[in-house]
């Protein structure tokens, strides 16, 4: 089973002083270390509401300083239960990200319809990904010899 994990993630940014500034940083420094290693994790403004269900922007500004809600979602494959995805998923991005609180937002099974075969048998998730970003395959490479 393949699942797409959401999780919510708190950024703190620095020196900043509008909420868009804010977010425009939180994204780019959450980005940066997050790549190369999980460049297929994507990156959206969080949502917040106060406790009376009004929304509230992403980020909250004092002092020049920010603390961002950003939504990292990810697809986990070949996994028995949802609770194993998003341990996975809390583990890949938790490494990358120190010091930045993580909470699973939500774990959603991947649909079958979702993935095609190669042909061979071999299954694979549509990820947006260009063809330039698969990886070739071994048998491949010693064929081609």
Known sequence: MDCRVVVEAAVPVYDVET??????IAISKTGEM??????????SMGTR???EGE???PAFIAADEALVALELEMTVFNVEQEEH?????RKEIGQRLENIP????SVER?????????????TRTETGASDDDTLVDFDDLVDDR
């Open 49 to 51: 509401a106060s406790p």
């Open 110 to 122: 991947v649909d079958d319809d979702s993935v095609e075969t190669d042909g061979e048998g071999d």
């Open 102 to 105: 993580l909470k699973v937002l």
């Open 34 to 43: 997050l790549n190369p290693d999980l460049k297929y994790v994507e990156i």
């Open 55 to 57: 929304e509230l922007p």
């Open 19 to 24: 909420v868009d500034e804010a977010i425009r």
């Open 85 to 89: 995805a998003s341990r996975i998923a």
